[in-house]
């Protein structure tokens, strides 16, 4: 699932500024098509509050290339930054730094130790259920050889869900077998040839899973450019569907799974309001409303849960436009 230097990688600011509040977003990479549709219902959320917003990253996932913009965050006097860490350890000093100066932090999509709160798409158990699920489903009892082909291999989300799926495999399923992780890096070229060394490479390869929005497309395109491996590997995982539906309408990929991107920023945002006016502190059992969405409770450790995996497939794959 989905950053060079300050200024190349600078982002925009959607004019939302109702007050002094204000809220700066810092997803994984800029041009990742995740994040922007995430930090599109992060910026309806604040205009809808009155929150001043600014989205700013870098374009490459590099470990401490989010660094500068926590930092230009923090010399603006922004009251709270939102952050999906590529490296959660690499950002820590700086959100920490933020944090003694009053700043509050809500990690998105990819959690952090240094945060208020981690406003999670889906528990780590969910989404390795549905996974699994979906790929036992398609195998079943003859079970067989699998891949993962995951992002950022420091992406603290990406790595729960590997070894969550692994895990779950090992449980319930002793019939399918991961032989191999790859890691595509968040980047379509990469992933592409990811996924063309898996398939290569693995003489009995059934299935891929790939939980992660680049590396599922990626690996649905390289099938689809391939039919040597078309009918023979399936691939699943978790997609956007403005860019993995024309592989499920020409029958590439059967269904993958996801949950709103969009949901996840906008409750990221009322989540940012509510622990600057101080309605919430990130203590468990803390509760906010989070507009169009509802009230939501914080849970332990300061997580907040989107809702769970959704399936997409030819049947409502069109409906959605993320």
């Known amino acids: 699932m989905l950053l060079a230097g300050c200024a190349a990688g600078s ?26 549709a995430s930090d599109k219902g992060a910026a309806a959320g604040a205009k809808e509050l009155g929150l001043g917003f600014k989205e700013e990253g870098p374009t490459a ?37 933020a944090q003694s100066q009053g700043v509050k932090i809500v990690a998105y999509d990819t959690d952090t130790d240094c945060r208020d709160v981690f406003v999670n798409q889906a528990t780590v158990d969910g989404i390795a259920e549905g996974l699994v699920k979906l790929t036992a489903d398609h195998l079943g009892e003859a079970g067989g050889t699998i ?16 070894d969550a799926i692994k895990a779950l495999l090992k449980k319930d399923h002793p019939n399918i077998t991961v032989a ?6 968040d980047q379509d070229q ?10 290569q490479s693995i003489p009995d ?16 395109h390289y099938l689809a450019d391939t039919k040597e491996f078309q009918g023979k590997v399936w691939v699943t995982g978790l997609g956007l569907p403005s860019e993995m539906a024309e592989y499920v309408t020409s029958g590439i990929v059967e269904q993958f799974g996801l949950w709103n991107p969009e949901d996840l920023g906008y409750l990221a945002a009322y ?52």
């Open 205 to 220: 390869l059934k299935a891929i899973i790939a939980p992660d929005t680049v590396a599922v497309k990626e690996a649905a």
């Open 11 to 36: 982002g925009s600011d959607d004019g939302s500024k109702g007050g002094d509040a204000s809220v700066t977003f810092i997803p994984k990479s800029l041009g990742n098509k995740y994040f922007e």
């Open 180 to 185: 191999k992780v790859a890691y595509g890096d």
């Open 147 to 162: 891949a993962i082909l995951s992002g950022g291999a420091n992406a603290a989300n990406l790595n729960a869900w590997v």
């Open 61 to 97: 996932t590099g470990s401490a290339d989010q660094v500068p913009f926590i930092q230009t965050a923090i010399q603006t006097g922004q009251k709270a930054i939102a952050i999906a860490a590529n490296d959660p350890a690499a950002v820590c000093n700086d959100l920490s730094q």
């Open 190 to 199: 990469k992933s592409y040839q990811e996924a063309q060394g898996l398939m």
């Open 271 to 322: 989540a940012a309001d509510a622990l600057v006016k101080g309605d919430i502190t990130g203590a468990e059992g803390d509760k906010f409303k989070a507009g169009k969405l509802g009230e939501y409770t914080v849970g332990k450790d300061g997580e907040i849960v989107l809702g769970p995996m959704f399936v997409f497939n030819k049947d409502n794959v069109g409906d959605f436009s993320f």
